[in-house]
């Protein structure tokens, strides 16, 4: 049983015009039953573009707003860049910073990524700190060293009173998408290697994120190191982002 509060956040990655976006959240308003916000905190990451959309559906629900990835500027002459106080805008709350596909993909660096969680932090935006390791990294048994060094740079400097505020996401870049999550008690490690790693983040929520879907989530969830789960696919379906969100409820009650 965690002493930490439970936390599930769906990355909703590039799905979701404006206008479906209204349509998925009316159903997993009515997938989850309002009392599991009182046990969980429950957060929707949708595109830039459909923010105002998710906002204005969600509003009175209980379900917490967050973005998929935050400029490390505050304003200026970045053509494409979103500031934190453009997101403040929508009522957001939360941002993934240093999602493996933003690594990838946009070419960002430990240093970019730090520069992102001090500006969340700055503003009162929840990071929710992706990290991971690659296939090529885990096989050569680089896991570890791999996570904390990527842990390490991205809370450089960080007060511990805002380590302990902020969110991590271990998510093996290997089981992201893949259909096959890491095993619980593998995840639980790494994460309480995370943990070690900087100090405050025993008190801060860690999650785990790759694959993660109701046919596993209980078993992931029942680690006491895992705090919650951050969802790619499954989040795109209301029933099963609501029943991870019914087994994060249940493995706080469940001793
Ligand atoms: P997945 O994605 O659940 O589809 O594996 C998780 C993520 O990339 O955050």
Redesign the pocket.
Known sequence: MTHRRPLIAG?W?MHQTAASAGVLVAEICAAIPPQSYDDVDVVLCPPYTALASVAQAIAGSGLHLGAQDVSAHEWGAYTAQISAPMLLEFGTRYVIVG???CRAYARQQDEEINAKVRRCLKHGLIPIV?VGETHEEHAAGKTHERVTGQIREAFAGVEIGDVERAVV?Y?PVW????GTSDTPEEAATVIAAIRSAVPGLERARCLY?????PENAAALLAQPQIDGG??????LNAQSFAQIVDHARKAITTP
């Not at 089981?175 to 893949?178: E, F, L, M, R």
């Open positions: 990355n990655k999602h493996s596909e992706a996401a998510e089981a992201i998408g893949s994120g790759g694959s993660m879907k951050l969802i790619g696919g499954a989040s």
